[in-house]
């Protein structure tokens, strides 16, 4: 039995630079081959038993940035627990000053914000208040896909493009909340560092990285990301509590004359907290994108027994729901037992699963008209 891998206490659970810990006498080159360590990154070593999602992504990215990048957009969503925001494998996406030029690195998506100073944020474990969150120009190495909304153009995917400017937003005022990890330099880059602190001085391990408040981070992620899966994540901030619609308005208000802010004001209204997944929530757009009334989310029913069925999506003034079978739906037989109940106070329900979404969205969409206009609906 081969004996257990060599994992030093100070680096268990841990992100870090390999130079650092070989330097320290921690471990060896070779030992930091071992299945002791995942490799992340160049020189950017972790636990190989930390969890594979976002967060460790964003743990690695910090390690190689300056200290005054801060994690934005979809990547700070993630860390204020929207878990479909990103994955593992997606990339990170960080704010820095204008006037700072970062090379390219892979997995990185680099906005560019304000003039020479870095953003105020709050930190990635800040549940409420609004600070600047300020998404900027993207390097011309980045690449953004644009749709866009009525009045501003045709709703296609823009080619990439080292002109276009992203949005310098100018949310609701905050300040900086987070800790601090020491730096080569002497300066301080916003990140918490790890519970009970390290036992090695001048180790450089990543904690909890600062990322922009909720309310940019849905601004952000408007301006940068294609709608159907911003609105998906907009949803998830508003569903939580993380932001509201009054904060929404207010940041959209502020940046309305700006570059991205017509699109992000669009994305904002498509938003609807009463959404249970991001299927969900992009079933709803793309059928409005198709014409279609908007639907009315988790709407109520009183059936005749007096119990109140949720509708997925619903049109009350035609009686007429969609019903999204996927993860969220009921166990057992409660998905069902809820068509059979609305089905039973009149209602016309119409079941879409995910694969029909992605495979048939055509057929669904004919289904719906079909009956929206059996019940009256004229467009």
Do not use: K
Not at 318 to 334: F, I, L, M, P, S
């Amino acid at each position: 039995m081969p004996p257990p891998p060599h994992r030093p206490g100070v680096l268990a659970w841990q992100v870090f630079r390999g130079s650092d810990a070989i330097r320290q006498g921690l471990v060896t080159e070779h030992q930091l081959r071992s299945s002791a360590w995942l490799r992340l990154r160049h020189d950017v070593y972790a636990d190989a038993r930390l969890d594979r999602d976002h967060a460790l992504a964003c743990r690695a990215a910090v390690l190689r940035l300056p200290p005054e990048a801060v994690v934005a957009g979809p990547s700070a969503a993630y860390l204020h627990g929207v878990e479909h925001a990103a994955s593992f494998t997606d990339d990170v996406h960080v704010l820095v000053p204008r006037t700072m030029r970062l090379g390219p690195q892979r997995g990185l998506r680099v906005h560019s914000t304000g003039p020479a100073t870095p953003p105020s944020c709050a930190s990635a474990r800040f549940r409420g208040g609004d600070g600047p969150g300020v998404p900027g120009r993207p390097t011309a190495d980045r690449r953004h896909v644009t749709v866009r909304p009525p009045g501003e153009g045709p709703s296609t995917a823009a080619r990439p493009s080292a002109e276009r400017r992203h949005v310098a937003v100018r949310p609701p005022g905050g300040s900086r909340s987070t800790a601090a990890r020491p730096s080569a330099t002497g300066r301080t880059s916003a990140v918490l560092p790890p519970p009970g602190g390290l036992l090695v001085a001048d180790l450089r391990t990543a904690g909890v990285p600062a990322g922009t408040d909720p309310t940019s981070a849905a601004w952000e992620t408007a301006v940068w990301l294609e709608p159907l899966r911003a609105v998906g994540i907009v949803d998830s901030l508003l569903r939580q509590g993380l932001t509201s619609r009054e904060a929404l308005v207010d940041v959209a208000d502020r940046n309305a004359e700006r570059p991205g802010g017509r699109r992000a004001r669009w994305v904002f209204e498509l938003a609807d907290p009463g959404a249970r997944s991001p299927v969900e929530s992009e079933l709803r757009v793309r059928l409005v994108l198709a014409g279609l009334p908007r639907p009315a989310a988790r709407h109520p029913v009183r059936v005749a027994s007096g119990l109140v069925l949720h509708a997925d999506l619903a049109w009350p003034a035609y009686r007429v729901a969609v019903a999204q079978d996927g993860r969220h739906a009921e166990a057992g037989n409660g998905h069902l037992d809820r068509i059979a109940g609305l089905v039973g106070a009149g209602w016309l329900v119409l079941p879409v699963t995910g694969r029909r979404l992605r495979q048939d969205f055509p057929g669904v969409l004919r289904e719906v008209r079909a009956a929206l206009g059996a019940r009256g609906w004229r467009q």
